[in-house]
């Protein structure tokens, strides 16, 4: 280790989580423009979360070009989709254990502020769950909701310009997102990734009014 990193290590900066939030955001920057792939960044966010030195941050990024300068005001060509407006980003979510819930024949509503994780289990037999995501602390990069729903249905509520990418598998049933949910998820600072498999049942991604 060199002298400078020790120094760093030695003399952590008081405002570390300030120092987490801008590597995972310089993260979140490079995945956005095609520099590092999903996983990688899965990987360096969790990493990024959980460091407790200045120097274990620098070495998420240190490998990472200068980002492209947004495009300037009015113009369209090559701009990127709006990021999904977020008052609150819980970097902490990143790489928790995944939030899981059940439905047997009855309902199951999971509302307010209710997501702990990045990803998230539903499993939904001959019953319905809502997954509101409305009023959640929201992870930079993808939420991962994995579904299975038999016989029964699943709705997913998300903020209006959240965008949304779903590859659930259905066998004799539906699964689809209205035409008012934004699907472009490029350059997105958030979004959800809907999978699973739904059979005889119905899952449905709409957004909020």
Excluded at 103 to 113: E, L
Excluded at 146 to 174: N, Q, W, Y
């Amino acid at each position: 280790m060199t002298t400078q990193a020790a120094f760093r290590d030695d003399y952590a900066p008081r405002n570390l989580e300030a120092l987490k939030q801008g590597a995972i955001d310089r993260l979140t920057e490079a995945f956005a423009q095609d520099f590092i792939s999903m996983d990688e960044y899965e990987r360096r966010a969790g990493l990024a979360s959980a460091a407790n030195k200045a120097s274990e941050l620098e070495l998420l990024t240190i490998d990472l070009p200068q980002v492209r300068p947004q495009a300037a005001p009015g113009s369209r060509k090559h701009a990127r989709s709006e990021p999904a407006p977020m008052a609150r980003r819980n970097y902490d979510l990143v790489g928790s254990p995944a939030v899981t819930t059940g439905c047997i024949m009855g309902d199951r509503n999971m509302t307010g502020n209710w997501l702990t994780s990045d990803r998230v289990s539903s499993f939904t037999v001959m019953g319905s769950t809502k997954l509101d995501l409305r009023d959640v602390d929201l992870p930079p990069g993808p939420v991962h909701i994995e579904v299975f729903t038999l016989m029964g249905d699943t709705k997913i509520i998300v903020p209006r310009d959240l965008p949304v990418r779903m590859s659930a598998f259905s066998l004799m049933a539906d699964s689809r997102i209205d035409r008012n949910v934004n699907q472009q998820t490029r350059g997105a600072e958030c979004w959800v990734e809907v999978s699973g498999f739904i059979m005889m049942g119905d899952v449905k991604v709409v957004a909020a009014d």
